[in-house]
């Protein structure tokens, strides 16, 4: 059985910093695609930052030179280090792993998400 679990959310002043960390856990062959997502009340869920198997990394617009996406392969892990946090990034925050549990194709398995919130 596959699990994707988030961490690291919480409260955080304007400017401040935040670092989300998601697990991929269970048993499979191999993780390729990792990307985190965020919905904020009222609105659609968006992409926020994705990581290939290779380590290219693509940002949403608004995040750009902010949010720096990493993984550690090894772990199955990927993080979202997120600085000079605005109001607007209020949101929950998914992650979402591209999983192969044989050795053909892929699945996309979703963690529960975790709650972001900037005050002003």
């Known amino acids: 059985q596959v699990q994707v679990v988030e961490s690291g959310g919480g409260l955080v002043q304007a400017g401040g910093s935040l670092r989300l960390s998601c697990a991929a856990s269970?048993?499979?062959?191999?993780?390729?695609?990792m990307a985190w997502y965020r919905q904020a009340p009222g609105k659609q869920r968006d992409l926020v930052a994705e990581?290939?198997?290779?380590?290219?990394?693509n940002y949403a617009d608004s995040v750009k030179g902010r949010f720096t996406i990493s993984r550690d392969s090894n772990k199955n892990t990927v993080y979202l280090q997120m600085n000079s946090l605005k109001p607007e990034d209020t949101a929950v925050y998914s992650c979402a792993a591209d999983i192969s549990p044989s050795s053909i194709g892929f699945s996309r398995y979703w963690g529960q998400g975790t709650q972001v919130t900037v005050s002003s």
């Open positions: 990581i290939t198997s290779g380590g290219i990394v």
């Open positions: 269970g048993s499979f062959f191999g993780v390729n695609r």
